[in-house]
């Protein structure tokens, strides 16, 4: 599968902004989709994931009650809706795929992603 994002942007501190990730190819209902996000200097951490039917979703701390992950699997499509943006939110955003039978399970850790794609930039400015 390939993944495209898109949607970042520059946005003021306390701005909202929605990301989207479209798949190509087939079984897009058969991957947990996530987001990753990277700063310069850091490692690549985990934002947030959905299971394979959308129902469970799994967040990083710093991101709790502000970002949401929801998905279109008519559409291929995995968003992420951030809202109420701060300056250490500004990273390289990732979403990744991971083919799993349980339709039920959502993946924290990079390593358990099988692809992904290519990044789109957001900075919040102070």
């Known amino acids: 599968v390939q993944l495209q994002a898109s949607g970042g942007d520059l946005v003021q501190a306390g701005g909202s902004l929605r990301l989207s990730c479209k798949a190509s190819?087939?079984?897009?209902?058969?991957?947990?989709m996530g987001w990753f996000r990277q700063s310069p200097g850091k490692e690549r951490e985990f934002v947030g994931s959905s299971s394979r039917n959308g129902v469970n979703r799994d967040y990083a701390d710093s991101v709790k009650g502000r970002f949401t992950i929801s998905r279109n699997n008519d559409d291929n499509t995995v968003y992420l809706q951030m809202n109420a943006l701060k300056p250490e939110d500004t990273a390289n955003y990732y979403c990744?795929?991971?083919?799993?039978?349980?339709?039920?399970?959502?993946?924290?850790?990079?390593?358990?992603?099988?692809?992904w794609g290519q990044g789109t930039q957001v900075t919040v400015s102070s």
């Open positions: 990744a795929a991971a083919c799993r039978a349980n339709s039920h399970v959502t993946l924290t850790l990079a390593g358990w992603y099988d692809y």
């Open positions: 190819g087939r079984a897009f209902r058969s991957y947990v």
